[in-house]
């Protein structure tokens, strides 16, 4: 009943004309651009071998041996199980985690501090100066920063004439600069959610705060961190989703041993055209990283509306 009720207000609301074609966009969407995909996706990986692949003609009945070979690795293996991918893995998910907590921390004082400010020329200045970089190409943005942290790059070229080096410090294979690269490209979602909740949060509660002689920590951990859960639990599902499958900054900034989960469904996919293993490599990352983000959303008792604010 109260489907029916939602429906009818909607379509009041937006006419039966307009709403019929959101209503048509919106179902496009969800079944030709995340349905559909992910169920051919997840067919691919629950297959051995195709008979031909163009077609999409499967040989074999289901079976899960392209998910047994993520853990368990080739049969007649050494290893009991697959140490190199599953170790690729669990790295590549901590990596998303390392890099979403990181731009959480640097967004939370910017995204406070444009929020609480009164729309200033200045403010708006500076949102545009934060936007205008993205209006490069992720890629070229990545071989951007791969020459600022390079061996002859503009970081090690000043802090040798500074004096605080004697030879080129290797960021590329420290991994600073994957990191760098990974929480640069998706510092935007991690603002502009929170950005958006703090601007609705009441002054006078924060003025209100102050004057019963409660500590900025405090103000912030019973006031303003509480109103801006939705943004801060958004912009960290959108960033620590695009983190761990990233695969432009890993391929551009990532160093000899920091192979990304993605690069090897990459490598299935096009270099030995293994399409079903593939499948199952993307889709154990894809399950994981829902799952991940359901389970914090539980422990931070933050629910779909609460993020779809």
Not at 106 to 123: I, N, R
Not at 185 to 192: P, S
Not at 202 to 223: C, F, K, L, T, Y
Not at 277 to 303: C, D, H, P, R, W
Request: aromatic share 14%.
């Amino acid at each position: 009943m109260k489907k029916d009720k939602l429906f009818a207000e909607f379509f009041r609301n937006n006419g039966v004309v307009l709403g019929s074609i959101l209503f048509f966009l919106v179902a496009f969407w969800i079944v030709f651009l995340i349905l559909l995909p992910q169920i051919s996706m997840l067919n691919y990986s629950l297959h051995p071998n195709p008979i031909n692949l163009d077609a999409g003609e499967f040989a074999d009945d289901y079976t899960l041996k392209n998910y047994k070979y993520l853990i368990f690795g080739p049969e007649g293996a050494s290893d009991a199980f697959n140490k190199v991918d599953l170790m690729v893995f669990v790295r590549t998910i901590i990596a998303a985690m390392a890099v979403t907590v990181m731009n959480l921390f640097l967004c939370y004082p910017l995204a406070y501090f444009l929020g609480q400010s009164k729309g200033t020329g200045f403010v708006r200045l500076l949102v545009v100066m934060l936007i205008v970089p993205y209006w490069i190409n992720e890629i070229l943005r990545a071989f951007a920063l791969r020459i600022i942290f390079g061996d002859v790059g503009v970081i090690n070229g000043l802090m040798m004439q500074m004096g605080l080096i004697d030879q080129p410090y290797d960021f590329i294979n420290a991994d600073i600069a994957l990191y760098a690269g990974l929480g640069y490209a998706y510092i935007l979602l991690m603002l502009f959610p929170m950005y958006n909740v703090i601007e609705s949060l009441d002054r006078n509660q924060i003025e209100a705060a102050r004057d019963m002689g409660a500590s900025w920590i405090r103000i912030h951990r019973r006031v303003v961190i509480p109103h801006a859960k939705p943004g801060i639990a958004s912009g960290m599902t959108m960033v620590f989703m695009l983190s761990a499958g990233a695969l432009a900054a890993p391929q551009v900034l990532g160093g000899t041993s920091s192979l990304w989960f993605t690069q090897l469904v990459y490598q299935w996919f096009n270099d030995t055209l293994n399409w079903q293993q593939g499948a199952a490599y993307a889709i154990v990352l894809l399950i994981a990283s829902i799952a991940i983000v359901l389970t914090f959303m539980k422990i931070f008792k933050v629910n779909m509306g609460d993020i779809g604010k």
